[in-house]
């Protein structure tokens, strides 16, 4: 694909370096097709002249979530400062989601937000919204560089050599370390593969992210042990179809992975972030044996019907989907299974949504997504007949949300008086300074009051409480 840019009017008017803006290029040279970067470490004392800030913001899924983690390890490690949102910076980068308009809106007014925030910055759109559609992105006036999930490897070197900065570099070996844990939350997301080639009827993702890739199982292992050497104690095992990890790697599996990192590493929690119901084996499931393995299975269940799954293109039944369901609750103690669900499909009858109702109902799900479906252009389910409309599709999703709700509730309940591990994330606001905030191995929100700095810790809580949706813990009682 050729390149396509313009040049920034404004920033030529105020007679700064002029900025290229490049669009969708999945052929960069600098980024070579099929390849994936090595873990990149960071040293504080690789500056630039001017110590330029840089603020990320993700939207979207963990795949997001893990490359924007890699794009903030380039820039410290080009000599970048990474900041957070909430502080006026010289350069933001958005990666944007595209799976729904609703998705596409929102990054566009983040992006505006950032230039009524940062006048001066540079301003960059990368990720999959700029993969989709770099064209729009590109007529926005408030945005200076769009580059697509094809380049963003490169988006690093295009700001130094577009805006010119001198790079002073470190010593080999000198203060090398990780991105600060402060700016990465509590948990790390690696990325094991990108990629699908299920080709769903109604997912951009494809379009997007390209054919499945697996990462190479030594650059996973490196990534996670550089994450736990740095304090880290989970990591989120991320990707686009995780369960098609291996197929391009000789002898090599989601499940043999899994035990390279239970073998190869210390890092106290492992956490897979999605599979699919075909996905679902013994071999795999008894990897769960590890009390290292978070007990927590995100299964998208899109449909209960097997006439609508058919349509959508999903290769499991609605029976499938069930006995996966039951095979996990039947292997993993206390797991918590969470799930996507699209109601409004083209073609779907009341009885098609009873049948997903049904499945929801048998899952008893921990917490599930409910997405109204949205033609998006380029995915072969905007072509389908028999649009569902608006109002029927709202008061389907408002069913199935209401029943999530007491569904969620019921899960959180069961939990009460128990202990688990928790890890703990945060203050919470409040005049005390003592008050914490954590998730469980099973993806409980937790809170407890403490004197001690509880900040990235793992402890035993004892669940007295439910408040709202979280629940409140005791560690002293554990």
């Known amino acids: 694909m050729s390149m396509t840019f313009?040049?920034?009017?404004?920033?030529?008017?105020?007679?700064?370096?002029?900025?290229?803006?490049?669009?969708?290029?999945?052929?960069?040279?600098?980024?070579?097709?099929?390849?994936?970067?090595?873990?990149?470490?960071?040293?504080?004392?690789?500056?630039?002249?001017n110590q330029q800030k840089?603020?990320?913001?993700?939207?979207?899924?963990k795949l997001n979530q893990a490359d924007s983690q890699a794009l903030a390890r380039e820039f410290s490690a080009a000599g970048f400062q990474v900041v957070g949102l909430h502080e006026q910076v010289d350069i933001f980068v958005l990666n944007s989601c595209t799976v729904t308009h609703v998705a596409d809106r929102k990054a566009r007014h983040s992006l505006r937000s950032a230039r009524r925030k940062n006048p001066d910055?540079?301003?960059?759109?990368?990720?999959?919204?700029?993969?989709?559609?770099?064209?729009?992105?590109?007529?926005?006036?408030?945005?200076?560089?769009?580059?697509?999930?094809?380049?963003k490897r490169a988006i690093v070197q295009r700001l130094v050599d577009s805006l010119e900065l001198p790079i002073v570099p470190c010593a080999t070996g000198e203060d090398i370390d990780v991105i600060p844990l402060s700016l990465n939350r509590n948990r790390a997301m690696v990325k094991i593969q990108e990629g699908c080639d299920q080709v769903c009827a109604y997912c951009i993702v494809p379009k997007v992210r390209g054919r499945e890739k697996s990462v190479p199982v030594a650059t996973i292992i490196e990534q996670i042990t550089a994450y736990q050497d740095a304090g880290f104690h989970e990591v989120v095992l991320t990707g686009t179809q995780l369960g098609s990890y291996g197929f391009d790697l000789e002898g090599e599996s989601i499940a043999s992975l899994i035990r390279h990192v239970l073998n190869r590493t210390r890092i106290s929690r492992i956490r897979v972030s999605s599979l699919q119901p075909q996905d679902i084996t013994s071999d795999l499931l008894e990897l769960w044996d590890n009390p290292r393995m978070c007990p927590h299975f995100h299964l998208p269940l899109q449909s209960g019907s097997d006439n609508i799954l058919s349509q959508m293109r999903r290769r499991y039944t609605a029976s499938q989907y069930s006995q996966s369901v039951d095979a996990i609750r039947n292997r993993v103690q206390d797991v918590a299974i969470t799930a996507d669900v699209i109601v409004g499909f083209p073609g779907e009858t009341d009885d098609d949504f009873e049948h997903t109702f049904r499945v929801c109902q048998h899952s008893e799900f921990a917490d599930i997504h409910v997405f109204p479906y949205s033609t998006r252009p380029g995915t072969s389910a905007a072509y389908l007949p028999d649009s569902v409309a608006s109002e029927v599709k709202n008061a389907r999703s408002s069913s199935l949300l209401q029943w999530a709700e007491i569904a969620a509730k019921l899960f959180r309940e069961q939990h009460i008086g128990t202990t688990r591990s928790v890890l703990w994330e945060k203050r919470v606001n409040g005049g005390d300074g003592q008050s914490w905030t954590g998730l469980t191995d099973n993806y409980l929100r937790v809170t407890t009051v403490s004197s001690e700095n509880l900040g990235n810790e793992i402890t035993q809580a004892h669940l007295f409480e439910l408040d709202g949706k979280t629940l409140r813990a005791d560690t002293k009682l554990a």
């Open 54 to 61: 840089v603020a990320i913001e993700t939207h979207g899924c």
């Open 121 to 151: 910055a540079t301003i960059v759109a990368t990720g999959c919204y700029a993969e989709r559609n770099p064209t729009e992105l590109m007529e926005i006036s408030e945005i200076d560089i769009v580059m697509g999930n094809g380049s």
């Open 6 to 49: 313009k040049l920034n009017q404004r920033r030529q008017e105020s007679k700064s370096p002029p900025i290229i803006t490049y669009a969708n290029n999945e052929g960069d040279q600098t980024a070579p097709s099929g390849k994936f970067r090595d873990t990149v470490v960071i040293s504080m004392n690789q500056l630039t002249s």
